[in-house]
């Protein structure tokens, strides 16, 4: 909906998701966290949630596969996955506890009830 509506637009925006959907059957590592969606105004955190709803629902990723764009393989590709990006022993304590079940809707991401950081509460709802 943020994208211009013009003929470059009309044919690269179902290009890109279904390019993004192909790579990602073919086991490509999608990572998300795009420039091109942020607001130098705003948090750039909901603009993160949205991206992950778009890969969704434009792009026919789970919404486990879209939690993994930014965490597993975000992390692996900033070249820090042996400490950080998944929840396992010897891992890093930093996660995101949620109301909800992301499994079931993407956008129960943004249903966010406490962060950890380093093993710490950081915020608590």
Same mark, same amino acid.
């Given at each position: 909906?943020?994208?211009?509506?013009?003929?470059?637009?009309?044919?690269?925006?179902?290009?890109?998701?279904?390019?993004?959907?192909?790579?990602?059957?073919?086991?490509?590592?999608?990572?998300?966290?795009?420039?091109?969606?942020?607001?130098?105004?705003?948090?750039?955190?909901?603009?993160?949630?949205?991206?992950?709803?778009?890969?969704?629902?434009? /792009?026919? @990723?789970?919404? =486990?596969? !879209?939690?993994?764009? %930014?965490?597993?393989?975000?992390?692996? *590709? $900033?070249?820090?996955?042996?400490?950080?990006?998944?929840?396992?022993?010897?891992?890093? /304590?930093? @996660?995101?506890? =949620?109301? !909800?079940?992301?499994? %079931?809707?993407?956008?129960?991401?943004? *249903? $966010?009830?406490?962060?950890?950081?380093?093993?710490?509460?950081?915020?608590?709802?």
């Amino acid at each position: 909906a943020e994208m211009p509506d013009d003929s470059v637009a009309r044919l690269r925006t179902p290009w890109m998701y279904a390019v993004t959907h192909r790579a990602a059957q073919l086991g490509v590592r999608i990572v998300s966290g795009t420039d091109g969606m942020y607001d130098a105004k705003a948090d750039s955190l909901p603009l993160l949630h949205r991206e992950r709803e778009l890969l969704v629902s434009n /792009a026919g @990723l789970t919404p =486990l596969q !879209a939690i993994t764009t %930014a965490t597993r393989n975000g992390a692996w *590709a $900033i070249g820090i996955a042996d400490s950080v990006g998944t929840v396992a022993a010897g891992m890093r /304590a930093d @996660l995101v506890l =949620l109301g !909800a079940d992301p499994a %079931a809707d993407i956008r129960n991401t943004r *249903a $966010i009830r406490a962060v950890i950081q380093g093993g710490r509460v950081v915020r608590a709802k």
